[in-house]
């Protein structure tokens, strides 16, 4: 165990637990009191919804597991978790019952502690699959000292165990008030992102919304709302192939007033969560401030080096979508080696690496391929086909996925139809396919008609 005066960084991975109240909050509010106590969150697996096990008759628990760096030795760490399950109003009312946070030091280097009040590892660990399995995402292949364990490493271990009484679902957070996501759950509905570009020259509906028109916004945003979308996506800038910047002072006279608009003068939105599409930090911040929920970076941070620290700032949900250069460069940023699926992973696998050393949390990512951004026909088409190998290639497992296909040229291509705004029923066709590849959202122009794609195609692909 280290000395007092120890000033050496130690690696340590401590379970997170919440079944109480807005579970999710309070797991991000504890991370938040770890790194004011100096504890570094390296990184965070997924969370996890399981049922609880010992004690049966509670509410499903919120589980995950964070990498930490820290200079404590092991108990003046397990006294600084403690103090932090005080602090957010943990209560002890029957042993492995109810609370509100739980805060449990797994493994400490490479360190076996036995003392009254510390077992490292921690004792109970191998026979949890809530806690095996956000482990063995955040290390798959390590091997620790498990006593009589040694030569097993957690994957294994994990896969011996039996399977659990209701299988654990992963979870996202978008907004205290909207509906988490459970992108492992086979019978999940697929959410409606309807699209709201606020710019004179978007591919399909350039002009159609001006932004100084609050009236006609506001009918707008309510028949989205009664067509079945539960998230708007705000765009003040088109990203079609070719597209020129309008600059940040343009984007935000387009953007703000409806966002704050939306947020104070239509109560029907409050339930909806508002996207904000942009790729400049600023906007997203401001945004936020106004009231949006999700920052949509069509480049995962890659056009705004403030925009990865910016997203975790705010601690909203963001979309993380492939693309490659600009929208300028990108049509010929097409070369694929491994094939776009192969390709796609691993690019996404750098930006959700990229997200999490900025401090943003798995449980707050939404991946996207990307569609028609550095991608031919050939290549949408196999994403679209594909998407459920995306899915569970190795690093993007429990992620819930968004699909933008909406009237893109793709579909204009194989229809012959000109007008980008007639290509509605190409696009039912690949909202049905979207669906079928496991899509947790679509975004799309055409609200009421997608929504009754989308209700169809989970009735025949999201079966239990
Ligand atoms: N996450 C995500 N964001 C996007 C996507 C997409 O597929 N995924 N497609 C877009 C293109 O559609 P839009 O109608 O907004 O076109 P525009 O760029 O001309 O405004 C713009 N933004
Ligand atoms: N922003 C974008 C708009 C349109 C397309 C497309 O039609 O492929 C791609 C990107
Ligand atoms: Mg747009």
Redesign the pocket.
Known sequence: MGTENDTRIHRAFIALGSNMGDRIGMVERACLEMERAGIKVKRTSSLFETAPMYVLDQDPFINGVCEVQTTLTPIELLDVLQSIENGLGRKKIIDKGPRSIDLDILLYDQEIVNHERLHIPHKLMLERDFVLRPLCQLIPHEQFPIPGKKAETFLSHLNSLPAPPSAPFSTTQISSTFPTLHPTDPGRPTHIMAILNLTPDS?SDGGLHPPTDLTALTNTVRSFIASGATIIDIGGE????GSAPVGEAEELSRVIPAIKHIRTSIPEADNIAISIDTYRARVAEEACAAGADIINDVSSGLMDPDMLPTMARTGKSVILMHMRGT?TTMTKLTHYPDGVVNGVAAELRDRIRAAEDAGIRRWRIILDPGL??AKNQLQDLTLLRDLGRLRCAEGLEYFPWLMGPSR???IGRITGVEKASERVWGTAATVSASVAGGADIVRVHDVKEMWQVARVADAIYRVE
């Open positions: 591919f088109s990203t079609r192939p929208p028609g951004f893109k040229r793709f």
